[in-house]
């Protein structure tokens, strides 16, 4: 694992958008996969969404899918979660993290036994 610094969290409407930010530090090349993941008050963490190194492939888990998109900025190594029509069940903190594998990212959390501080995302109703 390699540091990852989670931001762009905040408290919203119903509604609303948001855009995450992670950028990802210790890497000397591009060509690695990300993925998005959060956790619930009381719940498990989840993926919701992940991009191999040149965004051909990606992943939405069905909750987030139409919702949500996932990008990269490999020139910054920065990747981004938009997520528009925010609702209360998206409250969670939200973490990134990256892996040589887009397999292994998509896996899960379970692949991966290190992690940043996250940002917390709250939605009001």
């Known amino acids: 694992q390699v540091p990852v610094v989670e931001s762009g969290g905040g408290l919203v409407q119903a509604g609303w958008s948001l855009r995450l930010s992670c950028v990802i530090s210790?890497?000397?090349?591009?060509?690695?996969?990300m993925g998005w993941f959060r956790q619930a008050p009381g719940k498990e963490r989840e993926l919701i969404a992940a991009?191999?190194?040149?965004?051909?492939?990606?992943f939405f888990a069905d909750s987030v899918k139409g919702r949500f998109t996932i990008s990269r900025d490999n020139a910054k190594n920065t990747l981004y979660l938009q997520m528009d029509s925010l609702n209360p069940v998206d409250t969670a903190v939200y973490y990134c993290?990256?892996?040589?594998?887009?397999?292994?990212?998509?896996?899960?959390?379970?692949?991966?036994?290190?992690w940043g501080r996250g940002t917390q995302v709250t939605v009001s109703s």
């Open positions: 991009i191999d190194w040149s965004g051909d492939e990606t």
């Open positions: 993290n990256e892996n040589d594998s887009y397999r292994v990212v998509v896996a899960g959390p379970l692949s991966f036994g290190s």
């Open positions: 210790g890497r000397t090349s591009s060509v690695y996969a």
